[in-house]
């Protein structure tokens, strides 16, 4: 099998069917609804590792700087812009399917004055690309 054939979630440009579906997070007590599909990490939703995360996360307050390094289609940076308006909330993904959805997801909830701000994190060489953000304190999900 090649790698044409075969694509992973951390693919730039997942090769299999996209299958979109909606799926429902509860976090920090509310309802995110949500689209993901095939291609994507966790797309039959939510994860039990994110949730463990956000379970044992406090909800951030003010105007944190926040940083979801491979957001997928974007349960923790939604539910941060969602719970915390004052947020920026930089959201990067390899996969330009889970950028695309999480964008997509975004303007769905229309979060409020939350600055999100989504970018790939890769170049086609494999080399982590140098964001604007690379030099300032912000609290990460990963």
């Known amino acids: 099998m090649t790698s044409k054939e ?16 909606t ?5 920090w007590g509310r309802e995110l609804t949500l689209i993901t599909a095939g291609g994507v990490f966790a797309a039959d939703g939510l994860d039990r ?20 390094l491979g ?3 974007g349960p923790i940076a939604l539910a941060v812009a969602v719970s915390c308006p004052g947020a920026h909330v ?3 993904d390899v996969n330009e399917r889970a950028l695309a959805l999480c964008r997509e997801n975004a303007e769905a909830l229309r979060s409020g004055p ?8 890769m170049t086609r060489s494999g080399q ?3 964001s604007e953000s690379a030099n300032r304190r912000c609290t990460s999900y990963c």
């Open 71 to 73: 957001c997928g289609y």
């Open 49 to 68: 590792g994110t949730a463990v995360l956000l379970r044992a996360s406090p909800i951030p307050v003010g105007s944190p700087r926040i940083l979801d």
């Open 128 to 130: 982590i690309r140098q």
């Open 114 to 121: 939350t600055r999100l701000i989504l970018r790939r994190a």
């Open 6 to 21: 075969f694509s992973q979630y951390f693919s730039e440009q997942p090769s299999g069917t996209e299958l979109r579906r």
């Open 23 to 27: 799926v429902t997070a509860r976090v």
């Open 90 to 92: 930089d959201a990067v």
